[in-house]
Nanobody, 121 residues
Framework: QVQLVESGGGLVQAGGSLRLSCAAS??????MGWFRQAPGKEREFVAA???????YYTDSVKGRFTISRDNAKNTVYLQMNSLKPEDTGVYYC?????????????????WGQGTQVTVSS
């Protein structure tokens, strides 16, 4: 069993930055990912990181977002810079079923409760 708790969301103006954190407990030697869900839309992949820190991003956030992890603290981060209104949504941390970074929802077995990110224009 894995428990995930996200924090760091909030309201920011376009062009601003936020840093999300995901504190994990339990079995955590795995790929970790961030997903987001905008109102009325499906949940979508944002970024993932393997235990050995290999990373994988969706195209729309490349160059703006950085995923990282501190294995000693069982924490995963998502640094979000140059935020755009279309980045608005609930951001979810997820625990992967294996070690490789993946983008499909079905490749993740545990999820956090989500943290709201709102980017105003």
């Amino acid at each position: 069993q894995v428990q995930l708790v996200e924090s760091g969301g909030g309201l920011v103006q376009a062009g601003g930055s936020l840093r999300l954190s995901c504190a994990a407990s339990g079995r955590t030697f795995s790929n970790m990912g961030w997903f987001r869900q905008a109102p009325g839309k499906e949940r979508e992949f944002v970024a993932a990181i393997s235990w050995s820190a290999s990373t994988y991003y969706t195209d729309s956030v490349k160059g703006r977002f950085t995923i990282s992890r501190d294995n000693a603290k069982n924490t995963v981060y998502l640094q979000m810079n140059s935020l755009k209104p279309e980045d608005t949504g609930v951001y979810y941390c997820a625990h992967g079923r294996d070690s490789a970074p993946k983008s499909r929802i079905r490749d993740y077995d545990f999820w956090g409760q989500g943290t709201q990110v709102t980017v105003s224009s």
